[in-house]
Structures are given as structure tokens and as C-alpha cells.
């Protein structure tokens, strides 16, 4: 073992390597001057046992062990602080939660205003909008949430974006890591598990609503219409329920307010599922790619560039985004283990779901 010291007194780190003795062969040690420990060897025990056993005995020491992998080595990061997660203000998010219901619900409100009907009765066809999506949207953050916790990842309670202008009266939610995940498996469930809720939700409110709705004569331009765009999916799913694709042959579907809010959901979740950043396909694709992942994000983001150019300018925005912001990465703590058969699967099965719910052109003004 060879130990290069960046500070005078090294005895921390011959304590370090007693109590991971068993767990790594140590090559070499530097200490930094902010007081991190780098240890670089061969772990003599499998990543995601060792990761346990040297958390526990690294705390007591003041100690948050990182594992990394250095060129063909095993690198174990000992930070000199034992990391926890600050507890929540609930309050803050059930503000935002009341403020995001009250912008839904007036922007649904609006979508079916008719002068004609009580107060009451406007503000119900505003709710058929506004339930449905929340409804959506509250079942992707919870099911990140719960499967997060059930695998220890801390997490805050979601926290939604009120924003009262059209077209749906809410910019998402989202939820905050407050530390790094244990390793990919816990990143992966995490990951997966909001789409997942979504769209368990989603499809059969998407459904019910397109049964709700009937199919008539396009608007013609200049009368202020609207048409949302088609994903894979929800032009399969009208056509199994319509018998024909649409829009097609002047008509199209006039949805329900159920059947927009369904829509809505399905294409934010298409918007997260984008595989890029810490965003939930940005997580999917690390834990498939790891580091790599950061030239998928520049991909993304070029792509979505051409789609600004050529079919829908919304694209930009989410192309500067992904370019200023998608390059990060939620890191593990155990950044070494990897995955098995059965989650490199689901994480493929995550893309192709991604792949089948994007929508390339969200909404077109007539």
C-alpha cells in the first residue's frame, strides 16, 4: 500500500483502512485537504454487501464511504460527514397542493365556461378536468415516494406547480432527493415506479374519458381550436375505441374534459420518462449507462432541438433545459453495483414505454 498525504497527520486514514479491511485490498490512499480519504483497490466482497458493512463502520468514524470505480480499480470515497436528510415542511407542500387544485380548476373551468350555466355548473365541468389530473399527476409523485421509501432512498413529499394559464393550469410536481440513493437498484424502483402509477391511473381515466367524448367535424382554421397530438399509444387506444385513426377524414374526437386531463397526464409522463438528466428516463438511462449517460443527454437535446425547428417550437424550451440542466446525474452512493437481468429488462421495457407515449407534436393551434 502506497499513501500519498495532502495533510500532515494521517492517522484517520490508517483507521479507515482497519475498518475496511476485510472489505477492500487497499492499493493506495490520498487524503484531500477538505478531509476526504480516497482508497483505491479490489473489493473482496461483493459491492452491495460490502456497501452495508462499511456504512456502519465508517459512521461511528464521522465517515459517508462512496463506492466508485477508478479506471479497473475499486474506489471507496470516504466523505468526513455523516450525511441526513433534513425533515420535510409539510405545510409547504400542502400549499402548493391547494394552489396547483384551485389554477387546475380554473383553467379546466375555462376550457367549458358556458354563460348559460350556474356558477356551480361551470365549476364542475372545471373539476372533470381538474380531478383526473391531479389524480394522475398525485399517483406519479406518490408512487415515487412510497417505493423510494420502501427501498431508503429520503425523499421529500411532493411538491406541485400551480401556473393558472392555459393549457392545463399546472407545470407537474416533482419530488426532491434529499441524499443520493443506496445504489442503482434503489435509483431504478424509484425511478420506474412514478411512470408506472401514472399510467396505471392514466389509461383507464384516458379510456373512460374517450368514451365520454363522440367524434365530429374538425374545427376550421382561425375559430381558436386546438388538437392534441397523437403518441403511439393514444392513437392506438382511439382507434381500438373509434375503429379508425384520428384526426382523419375532417373529423376528429371531441374529448371530454376527463378524456384531455387523461391526455395531459400521459404526456408529462412522456415529458419525465425523456431520458435525460434527473429526469425519471434520465435516471433509467444511468443505471443502464452510468457516466455515459451525459452523451445521451447532449443527444437528447439535439434531437429535440430539430424537433423545435422542424415540428413544434415548445421543443426549444426543453432542449435549453436539457442541455443547461440534463448533464447531472442523481450519483448512488454505491455507484459499483450493478443490475440484474430482470432490472436491465424493466429498465429496457421503461425506454420502449417512453418510446410509445412521447408525443412529437403536443398540441396544434387551428
Keep these: 500500500m502506497t499513501m500519498d498525504s495532502g495533510i500532515p497527520d494521517s492517522g484517520v486514514a490508517f483507521r479507515l483502512c482497519d475498518a475496511l479491511a476485510d472489505l477492500l485490498a487497499v492499493q493506495q490512499v490520498t487524503i484531500g485537504r477538505s478531509g476526504q480519504v480516497k482508497l483505491v483497490g479490489r473489493l473482496t466482497q461483493p459491492a452491495e454487501k460490502a456497501y452495508d458493512l462499511a456504512a456502519r463502520r465508517l459512521e461511528p468514524l464521522g465517515y459517508t464511504?462512496?463506492?466508485?470505480?477508478?479506471?479497473?480499480?475499486?474506489?471507496v470515497l470516504a466523505l468526513p460527514q455523516v450525511l441526513r436528510a433534513r425533515p420535510s415542511r409539510a405545510w409547504v407542500n400542502?400549499?402548493?397542493?391547494?394552489?396547483?387544485?384551485?389554477?387546475?380548476?380554473?383553467?379546466g373551468a375555462g376550457m367549458s365556461w358556458?354563460?348559460?350555466?350556474?356558477?356551480?355548473?361551470?365549476?364542475?365541468?372545471?373539476?372533470?378536468?381538474?380531478?383526473?389530473?391531479?389524480?394522475?399527476?398525485?399517483a406519479h409523485e406518490l408512487g415515487h415516494y412510497f417505493v423510494g421509501r420502501l427501498n431508503g432512498v429520503a425523499l421529500s413529499l411532493p411538491y406541485f406547480i400551480p401556473l393558472p394559464l392555459p393549457p392545463f393550469g399546472t407545470m407537474g410536481a416533482f419530488i426532491q432527493l434529499k441524499?443520493?440513493?443506496?445504489?442503482?437498484?434503489?435509483?431504478?424502483?424509484?425511478?420506474?415506479?412514478?411512470?408506472?402509477a401514472g399510467l396505471a391511473v392514466g389509461i383507464p381515466l384516458l379510456i373512460l374519458g374517450l368514451k365520454l367524448s363522440t367524434v365530429g367535424p374538425l374545427p376550421l382554421p382561425g375559430q381558436g381550436g386546438m388538437l392534441e397530438g397523437n403518441s403511439i399509444l393514444y392513437a392506438t387506444i382511439k382507434r381500438l375505441l373509434f375503429g379508425r385513426f384520428l384526426p382523419g377524414g375532417g373529423v376528429d374526437?371531441?374529448?371530454?374534459?376527463?378524456?384531455f386531463a387523461a391526455w395531459a397526464g400521459i404526456f408529462v409522463t412522456g415529458l419525465n420518462l425523456i431520458p435525460a438528466g434527473q429526469l425519471d428516463g434520465g435516471h433509467v438511462a444511468y443505471v443502464l449507462i452510468g457516466e455515459r449517460a451525459r452523451y445521451l443527454s447532449l443527444a437528447i437535446s439535439a434531437a429535440l432541438l430539430a424537433l423545435g425547428f422542424f415540428v413544434w417550437p415548445g421543443w426549444y424550451l426543453w432542449a435549453a433545459v436539457i442541455f443547461f440542466l440534463g448533464r447531472t446525474f442523481a450519483t448512488p452512493l454505491d455507484a459499483i453495483s450493478?443490475?440484474?437481468?430482470k432490472r436491465v429488462a424493466l429498465a429496457v421495457a421503461m425506454l420502449v414505454i417512453w418510446a410509445l407515449i412521447f408525443i412529437p407534436i403536443p398540441l396544434v393551434e387551428l
Design 65 to 75: 464511504p462512496l463506492f466508485r470505480r477508478e479506471g479497473g480499480d475499486h474506489c
Design 94 to 107: 400542502l400549499l402548493l397542493f391547494g394552489l396547483t387544485l384551485l389554477s387546475v380548476l380554473f383553467i
Design 114 to 138: 358556458d354563460p348559460r350555466q350556474s356558477p356551480a355548473a361551470n365549476l364542475l365541468g372545471g373539476a372533470l378536468f381538474a380531478l383526473p389530473l391531479l389524480t394522475i399527476l398525485g
Design 179 to 196: 441524499l443520493p440513493p443506496r445504489d442503482r437498484r434503489a435509483l431504478l424502483a424509484m425511478a420506474v415506479a412514478g411512470p408506472l
Design 253 to 259: 374526437v371531441n374529448l371530454h374534459p376527463v378524456a
Design 338 to 341: 450493478g443490475l440484474d437481468a
